[in-house]
């Protein structure tokens, strides 16, 4: 599997599929870039398709302490440098959205377009903060197995819990091939992220928000925090928090057609 090294000289791991226009998934939490295994294919026959393990997730190395959400964006800038791509998509699942987010602040100039899957622009609430300092401290005690466990159902819609069980098994072998680092690493990041619906309504680039019907980690009101004419929302029908594993076909055709919706605005806008 290829890998770099980042800025601060720490392996990352990627795979890079297909070729064209450059589209970056990022997991989530405790998850890798396997998440999108059965996306890749229908994205990869169109597009040049980047795939990286966050720091402390699947083959990627891993720091102690808390993992801002810049961080983990500058991870990507380093992966593109190293890549020599100027500018891609960027999607972010769930945490890889927060760090998409913090890529758009940082780096718009780098941005074709980007799209938060599953996730929201919103910070923690107190109680939310308190939970990921809970999870931080389990981890650190007991190991990673336990968390994994308790967290993987809640990511699935109720009905998929019992009818995909293959699919959770699959998303909770990934999970506990986490690093404790890892898992502590990312959990306090999210815990300390800001508020960044600013960036959402500023973007000068497309926007997409995919939500999941059934999603229960992602309220409804927090799903779609600003719209636009720039902003594409869209609901996933019978998904909750993983729609890359529970409805990967409806999941790649999304991403697919708001890429082709977003280059041929681009290109109306030069021809005008």
Not at 101 to 114: D, T
Request: aromatic share 6%.
């Amino acid at each position: 599997m290829p890998s770099i090294m980042s800025a601060d000289r720490l392996k990352i791991a990627y795979s890079d599929e297909g070729q064209g226009i450059p589209v970056v998934l990022l997991h989530g939490y405790c998850g890798d870039r396997h998440y999108f295994d059965e996306a890749v294919p229908m994205l990869s026959w169109r597009f040049r398709v980047i795939a990286p393990d966050c720091r402390g997730h699947g083959e990627s190395g891993a720091t102690e302490g808390a993992y801002p959400m810049e961080r983990l964006a500058q991870d990507v800038v380093d992966l593109l440098d190293e890549l020599k791509i100027e500018r891609a998509f960027v999607f972010g699942h769930s945490m890889g959205g927060y760090a998409a987010l913090a890529f758009a602040e940082k780096h718009p100039e780098r941005l074709l377009g980007f799209g938060l899957l599953h996730s929201t622009t919103y910070p923690d609430d107190e109680a939310g903060k308190a939970g990921r300092e809970k999870v931080a401290k389990r981890v650190a005690e007991e190991g990673i197995k336990g968390h994994i466990d308790d967290l993987i159902p809640k990511l699935f819609a109720p009905d998929h819990r019992t009818t995909m069980p293959e699919k959770l098994a699959f998303a909770r072998e990934i999970g506990y091939r986490t690093s404790p680092q890892g898992a502590i690493g990312g959990a306090l990041g999210m815990k300390d992220r800001p508020d960044r619906l600013h960036v959402l309504k500023e973007a000068q680039v497309p926007v997409l928000l995919l939500a999941g019907e059934a999603d229960a980690v992602i309220a409804p009101e927090k799903r779609f925090p600003a719209n636009g004419p720039h902003i594409t929302p869209l609901t996933l029908a019978q998904a909750g928090h993983m729609g890359m594993l529970e409805k990967p076909l409806a999941f790649a055709q999304t991403i697919v057609e708001f890429v082709d919706r977003s280059m041929e605005a681009k290109d109306k806008s030069r021809d005008v």
